[in-house]
């Protein structure tokens, strides 16, 4: 028979996910009390990760806090195919199975969508926030766009949050870095309130600390400051009925950017560094840095809101109504001394703004037992998202010698621009199981969108300069409008040869829509709008797998794909501005996860995937796409060492294969482009450890260790705009050890 389990069962696994921690699997996922399995809504309903005919990987709040994973970069030191950067703009990008959107551009959306309580949360300075207080985290691997909205043509990642238990309970977790200094501070509370309302308070303030040291401002940086908190109220008012009404707040506070000048060819960037009065210039990837202006140092900051409302309501015969409404916004204002140099030659301002609103209904209906089993439903998605940017390129007093010639400072001038988007979306969905015997069932869904964007955008010139005149011209108010209608959907085959063994295969087509890029173009012009617009960006991926649950609480779980793109989302940096090409891309390969139980405590566990990426034009690597990456560890659980007391932790290793940081043409050593100056980041194998003692009365103390052989990773490059013909770097942490202390009631 087909295992699902029913709202209760949900409902009182999130109730007792503090007061009786389950065993770990799958990276420390909680499972089901007296179930013995892994549960997931990645498909709109509770499910057994085992059953679900596709690849998700898997982490509990428990393991986020235990491994110290507090921001969403940090998901890839857990979780094999997923790549996280951060981009000069200190926005992330994700890159699932070697594919996923850049987004060196604001107005990009990313490929891989992110949901938080199933409302989508797709813009990057939002996935600066901390994380904290999750149930669970799954990440989707492959286009699931049927049921889980909108832009999922590479993937998703689901951020469930802690609900409310029906006991009276709480946690405090703080941790202090050992290496850096950084520190952090997280707790959550349940209060029931009453038998039928219950309340959870949960927040958390993250200091971090910064390891790349600027000596023109003697500090390290970046220096990042995270608050934020949340507030959740659920109630069963009466039988069949149950509601959730969660609001949260995050703030995000940045100081410094970690890049450093990795390239100076021409050596116009020591003579800008020389003439500022620092005639020694920190060139190299060595933690260091001579950045500075009389501005101040580099900032970002960021603060926003999200509400999430979910009615569950049983309407007879096993059938019920879920509505969820989502509202958010954001503000974010970043300064970048983009120069990276003493001196004000290169800075800009910019801001950033959203509102969205979206609502979802969907009815489904009993899956227990029945032949045919189904979700069906509506969205709807709104968002105003405002983007400006002020910079300012200018090299007083400077001699011939820094601004003639190859390699000089050659593009000065002044302007500031605007860019407002709105966007509109309807659609429809749903999703079919026919369950034709208990062990096999055909699956089927499909999503039907109408999109609508406007964008106006308008950019005005404050001193002219080479750069007003040949790049970023002025131009008055012009609006641009696009519409499209995308039909999504996937269909799946599962057979269940034994209660231990699901055998799968797949298809699935996922879409992101088109937009319009707050680029260098004037789209006042016929040609500048065809070149500000940008088209949709289509996924096709084939997946077989297969899904073994071992004696003992073990699994292995292979998935072989491969991904076909139309019109992939890319921005290249040229150096001046974002090129958006809408190449076609491929992905093929196969992951496997397993997890072999050694003892009643001890536990073997890893990750792998191997993805074969290219770009099918010319059989070149996009950038973040490794060939291997994963992880593998062994766990130690609970083993009591005397009476109330007990030891527990893993080692492993992380591991990824090399890496391009932007398109392989463009990299240093491509056959015929000697003058290439971005580098391309070797493969590496971080260890990670983590040591804890744990008490009967409630209390745990432990350390945790990452990159403990302190190994040095290029994370991205780009080539130095204006002042120069070199390349920026960023590296990853050194070495971090943290004092963790816990406890919980």
Same mark, same amino acid.
């Given at each position: 028979?087909?295992?699902?389990?029913?709202?209760?069962?949900?409902?009182?696994?999130?109730?007792?996910?503090?007061?009786?921690?389950?065993?770990?699997?799958?990276?420390?996922?909680?499972? @089901?009390?007296?179930?013995?399995?892994?549960?997931?809504?990645? #498909?709109?309903?509770?499910?057994?990760?085992?059953?679900?005919?596709?690849?998700?990987?898997?982490?509990?709040?428990?393991?986020?806090?235990?491994?110290?994973?507090?921001?969403?970069?940090?998901?890839?030191?857990?979780?094999?195919?997923?790549?996280?950067?951060?981009?000069?703009?200190?926005?992330?990008?994700?890159?699932?199975?070697?594919?996923?959107?850049?987004?060196?551009?604001?107005?990009?959306?990313?490929?891989?969508?992110?949901?938080?309580?199933?409302?989508?949360?797709?813009?990057?300075?939002?996935?600066?926030?901390?994380?904290?207080?999750?149930?669970?985290?799954?990440?989707?691997?492959?286009?699931? @766009?049927?049921?889980?909205?909108?832009?999922?043509?590479?993937?998703?990642?689901?951020?469930?949050?802690?609900?409310?238990? #029906?006991?009276?309970?709480?946690?405090?977790?703080?941790?202090?870095?050992?290496?850096?200094?950084?520190?952090?501070?997280?707790?959550?509370?349940?209060?029931?309130?009453?038998?039928?309302?219950?309340?959870?308070? @949960?927040? %958390?303030?993250?200091?971090?600390?910064?390891?790349?040291?600027?000596?023109?401002?003697? %500090?390290?940086?970046?220096?990042?400051?995270?608050?934020?908190?949340?507030?959740?109220?659920?109630?069963?008012?009466?039988?069949?009925?149950?509601?959730?009404?969660?609001?949260?707040?995050?703030?995000?506070?940045?100081?410094?950017?970690?890049?450093?000048?990795?390239?100076?060819?021409?050596?116009?960037?020591?003579?800008?560094?020389?003439?500022?009065?620092?005639?020694?210039?920190?060139?190299?990837?060595?933690?260091?840095?001579?950045?500075?202006?009389?501005?101040?140092?580099?900032?970002?900051?960021?603060?926003?809101?999200?509400?999430?409302?979910?009615?569950?309501?049983?309407?007879?015969?096993?059938?019920?109504?879920?509505?969820?409404?989502?509202?958010?916004?954001?503000?974010?204002?970043?300064?970048?001394?983009?120069?990276?140099?003493?001196?004000?030659?290169?800075?800009?301002?910019?801001?950033?703004?959203?509102?969205?609103?979206?609502?979802?209904?969907?009815?489904?209906?009993?899956?227990?037992?029945?032949?045919?089993?189904?979700?069906?439903?509506?969205?709807?998605? +709104? =968002?105003?998202?405002?983007?400006?940017?002020?910079?300012?390129?200018?090299?007083?007093?400077?001699?011939? @010698?820094?601004?003639?010639?190859?390699?000089?400072?050659?593009?000065?001038?002044?302007?500031?621009?605007?860019? +407002?988007?709105?966007?509109?979306?309807?659609?429809?969905?749903?999703?079919?199981?026919?369950?034709?015997?208990?062990?096999?069932?055909?699956?089927?869904?499909?999503?039907?969108?109408?999109?609508?964007? #406007?964008?106006?955008?308008?950019?005005?010139?404050?001193?002219?300069?080479?750069?007003?005149?040949?790049?970023?011209?002025?131009?008055?108010?012009?609006?641009?409008?696009?519409?499209?209608?995308?039909?999504?959907?996937?269909?799946?085959?599962?057979?269940?040869?034994?209660?231990?063994?699901?055998?799968?295969?797949?298809?699935?087509?996922?879409?992101?829509?088109?937009?319009?890029?707050?680029?260098?173009?004037?789209?006042?012009?016929?040609?500048?709008?065809?070149?500000?617009?940008?088209?949709? =960006?289509?996924? +096709?991926?084939?997946?077989?797998?297969?899904?073994?649950?071992?004696?003992?609480?073990?699994?292995?779980?292979?998935?072989?794909?491969?991904?076909?793109?139309?019109?992939?989302?890319?921005?290249?940096?040229?150096?001046?501005?974002?090129?958006?090409?809408?190449?076609?891309?491929?992905?093929?390969?196969?992951?496997?996860?397993?997890?072999?139980?050694?003892?009643?405590?001890?536990?073997?566990?890893?990750?792998?995937?191997?993805?074969?990426?290219?770009?099918?034009?010319?059989?070149?690597?996009?950038?973040?796409?490794?060939?291997?990456?994963?992880?593998?560890?062994?766990?130690?659980?609970?083993? =009591?060492?005397?009476?109330?007391?007990?030891?527990?932790?893993?080692?492993?290793?992380?591991?990824?294969?090399?890496?391009?940081?932007?398109?392989?043409?463009?990299?240093?050593?491509?056959?015929?482009?000697?003058?290439?100056?971005?580098?391309?980041?070797?493969?590496?194998?971080?260890?990670?450890? #983590?040591?804890?003692?744990?008490?009967?009365?409630?209390?745990?103390?432990?350390?945790?260790?990452?990159?403990?052989?302190?190994?040095?990773?290029?994370?991205?490059?780009?080539?130095?705009?204006?002042?120069?013909?070199?390349?920026?770097?960023?590296?990853?942490?050194?070495?971090?050890?943290?004092?963790?202390?816990?406890?919980?009631?």
């Amino acid at each position: 028979m087909k295992k699902c389990l029913s709202l209760a069962s949900v409902v009182a696994i999130a109730a007792s996910a503090y007061a009786a921690p389950a065993m770990a699997q799958s990276d420390g996922v909680e499972e @089901a009390q007296g179930a013995n399995e892994i549960v997931i809504t990645a #498909r709109k309903r509770a499910e057994s990760l085992q059953d679900v005919p596709m690849s998700v990987a898997v982490i509990s709040g428990d393991r986020l806090v235990e491994q110290n994973i507090g921001q969403i970069e940090n998901l890839q030191s857990v979780t094999a195919g997923l790549i996280v950067r951060k981009t000069p703009n200190n926005l992330v990008n994700l890159t699932l199975r070697g594919l996923g959107t850049g987004t060196a551009i604001d107005a990009f959306e990313q490929s891989v969508a992110t949901f938080v309580d199933g409302t989508y949360a797709g813009r990057g300075p939002e996935f600066n926030a901390a994380l904290f207080d999750f149930q669970r985290v799954e990440i989707i691997r492959g286009a699931q @766009a049927s049921l889980l909205s909108k832009n999922t043509s590479l993937g998703a990642i689901s951020l469930v949050t802690q609900k409310p238990g #029906r006991d009276f309970g709480f946690n405090v977790t703080g941790t202090w870095d050992l290496e850096l200094g950084s520190r952090s501070l997280e707790a959550g509370v349940d209060l029931p309130l009453s038998d039928i309302v219950q309340v959870r308070v @949960a927040g %958390k303030y993250d200091d971090q600390h910064g390891y790349v040291y600027n000596s023109y401002f003697d %500090k390290d940086v970046p220096r990042t400051k995270n608050a934020a908190g949340r507030i959740t109220l659920a109630a069963q008012p009466s039988d069949g009925l149950d509601l959730t009404l969660m609001y949260q707040y995050f703030q995000v506070r940045q100081k410094g950017m970690p890049w450093e000048i990795y390239s100076d060819p021409s050596g116009n960037l020591a003579a800008l560094s020389a003439f500022a009065g620092y005639p020694t210039l920190e060139i190299g990837a060595n933690y260091r840095q001579s950045e500075g202006s009389a501005q101040g140092q580099s900032y970002d900051r960021t603060s926003g809101n999200r509400i999430v409302g979910t009615i569950n309501y049983e309407i007879g015969g096993g059938h019920t109504i879920t509505s969820v409404t989502g509202y958010s916004d954001f503000d974010s204002e970043r300064w970048r001394d983009t120069d990276l140099l003493p001196g004000d030659y290169l800075n800009g301002t910019y801001l950033q703004s959203n509102k969205q609103f979206q609502q979802e209904i969907r009815l489904s209906s009993p899956a227990e037992g029945q032949f045919l089993d189904y979700v069906v439903g509506a969205s709807y998605f +709104h =968002e105003k998202w405002f983007f400006s940017d002020r910079v300012v390129s200018q090299c007083i007093g400077c001699p011939a @010698a820094l601004t003639t010639g190859t390699g000089r400072f050659t593009l000065r001038g002044s302007w500031v621009s605007q860019d +407002h988007q709105t966007t509109r979306d309807l659609a429809t969905f749903a999703q079919v199981n026919l369950n034709f015997s208990d062990t096999l069932t055909l699956s089927g869904g499909a999503r039907y969108t109408n999109s609508r964007r #406007r964008a106006t955008l308008q950019r005005e010139t404050l001193v002219p300069g080479a750069a007003t005149t040949v790049i970023y011209q002025a131009f008055a108010p012009v609006t641009l409008r696009r519409k499209e209608n995308n039909v999504d959907g996937s269909v799946a085959l599962n057979w269940k040869p034994s209660s231990r063994l699901m055998l799968y295969g797949s298809y699935s087509k996922g879409t992101k829509a088109g937009g319009f890029n707050n680029s260098a173009t004037n789209p006042s012009t016929v040609a500048g709008a065809m070149q500000t617009e940008y088209g949709n =960006e289509t996924a +096709h991926t084939v997946e077989i797998g297969e899904k073994l649950t071992l004696p003992g609480g073990g699994f292995f779980n292979v998935a072989v794909f491969q991904t076909n793109i139309k019109g992939f989302q890319q921005a290249t940096f040229n150096g001046s501005f974002f090129n958006i090409t809408g190449e076609d891309l491929r992905a093929r390969g196969v992951e496997a996860e397993a997890a072999l139980p050694l003892g009643s405590n001890l536990r073997l566990q890893g990750q792998l995937t191997y993805a074969d990426t290219v770009r099918k034009a010319t059989g070149l690597n996009p950038p973040g796409a490794p060939k291997w990456s994963g992880n593998v560890s062994l766990n130690l659980e609970d083993q =009591e060492i005397s009476n109330g007391l007990a030891l527990n932790g893993n080692v492993g290793v992380e591991f990824r294969s090399h890496i391009f940081l932007t398109n392989e043409e463009n990299t240093i050593g491509f056959p015929g482009r000697p003058n290439n100056v971005v580098p391309d980041s070797p493969g590496y194998g971080l260890i990670n450890a #983590r040591l804890g003692l744990k008490a009967d009365a409630g209390w745990e103390v432990a350390l945790v260790g990452r990159n403990l052989n302190n190994k040095k990773v290029f994370e991205y490059s780009v080539p130095i705009s204006f002042v120069g013909n070199g390349s920026y770097v960023m590296l990853n942490r050194p070495r971090t050890v943290a004092l963790q202390l816990t406890f919980r009631r």
